[in-house]
């Protein structure tokens, strides 16, 4: 089964569409969360969107990425 990427995005947010794309690109499967729901999120993500995470590797990148980063990120070769 694939794995399910998390990216943190917001409304409006030009960038988090590029990310949602790039991962696309790379087949990832990717569940987009909007910051601005939940206090906690918008308080840590604020400044960093897009961010993708991997719940199931417990990791997370920050914008810029490319396809590389996100290969790594999902633990494939790139």
């Not at 991962?23 to 601005?36: F, K, L, P, R």
């Not at 906690?40 to 920050?62: A, H, K, Q, S």
């Amino acid at each position: 089964m694939a794995e399910t990427l998390v990216l943190y995005t917001r409304e409006g947010c030009h960038l988090c569409l590029e990310a949602g794309r790039l991962a696309a690109s790379v087949g990832a499967s990717v569940e987009s969360v909007d910051i601005t729901t939940e206090i906690g999120l918008l308080e840590r993500y604020r400044l960093t969107i897009p961010v993708l995470r991997n719940p199931g590797r417990d990791r997370e990148i920050n914008w810029p990425f490319g396809t590389d980063e996100i290969a790594d990120l999902l633990g494939r070769d790139a």
